[in-house]
């Protein structure tokens, strides 16, 4: 049975709503971040470089631009965050087949241990949310915020 709450929200009335979500996603994200970069020292890793790190992980080599783009900022902080990440070989530059002038950047096997030593961290730490959340309520949360994130797509972060 359906109800009101069902119902699409028309534009003027959905508007508002989002705004609530960024009302709690600016400091949900900057709690995690600070719990990151207190946590993280012994692995030497910033939100920046972890962030590239868990990119790779997930996707398997990329170059910098493509980092870039899937993660929403500029190139240059990107190639920053590769920079720092190699000096503590936890990335290395490879041979692109598809293009001679843009590396492939990968994981090495310390860049490895130490991501999934935080994610393994992290994971612990994300099962301290307590409530009676169910699979729906997040899969509701990521279709919300990945139609937020489209709509922001045209916006240039370099």
Same mark, same amino acid.
Do not use: W
């Given at each position: 049975?359906?109800?009101?709450?069902?119902?699409?929200?028309?534009?003027? %009335?959905?508007?508002?709503?989002?705004?609530?979500?960024?009302?709690?996603?600016?400091?949900?994200?900057?709690?995690?971040? +600070?719990? *990151?970069?207190? =946590?993280?020292?012994?692995?030497?890793?910033?939100?920046? &470089?972890?962030?590239?790190?868990?990119?790779?992980?997930?996707?398997?080599?990329?170059?910098?631009?493509?980092?870039? +783009?899937?993660?929403?900022? $500029?190139?240059?902080?990107?190639? !920053?965050? &590769? =920079?720092?990440?190699?000096?503590?070989?936890?990335?290395? @530059?490879?041979?692109?087949?598809?293009?001679?002038? $843009?590396?492939?950047?990968?994981?090495?096997? @310390?860049? +490895?241990?130490?991501? %999934?030593? *935080?994610? @393994? +961290?992290?994971?612990?730490?994300?099962?301290?949310?307590?409530?009676?959340?169910?699979?729906?309520?997040? %899969?509701?949360?990521?279709?919300?915020?990945? !139609?937020?994130?489209?709509?922001?797509?045209? *916006?240039?972060? =370099?």
């Amino acid at each position: 049975m359906s109800t009101d709450q069902d119902a699409p929200l028309p534009p003027d %009335d959905l508007a508002p709503r989002l705004y609530e979500v960024f009302a709690v996603l600016g400091p949900l994200y900057r709690r995690v971040t +600070r719990k *990151v970069e207190l =946590n993280e020292p012994l692995e030497g890793l910033s939100v920046g &470089v972890r962030a590239v790190l868990d990119l790779l992980r997930t996707h398997g080599p990329m170059t910098v631009p493509q980092m870039g +783009r899937a993660q929403a900022i $500029s190139r240059q902080f990107v190639q !920053r965050m &590769v =920079n720092e990440a190699a000096a503590h070989d936890f990335v290395e @530059a490879v041979p692109n087949p598809a293009h001679q002038r $843009s590396s492939l950047i990968r994981l090495t096997g @310390a860049g +490895r241990t130490a991501i %999934d030593t *935080v994610i @393994a +961290r992290e994971s612990a730490l994300l099962k301290k949310v307590d409530g009676d959340l169910t699979g729906a309520d997040v %899969d509701t949360c990521i279709r919300v915020l990945t !139609r937020m994130l489209d709509a922001f797509a045209d *916006v240039d972060v =370099n």
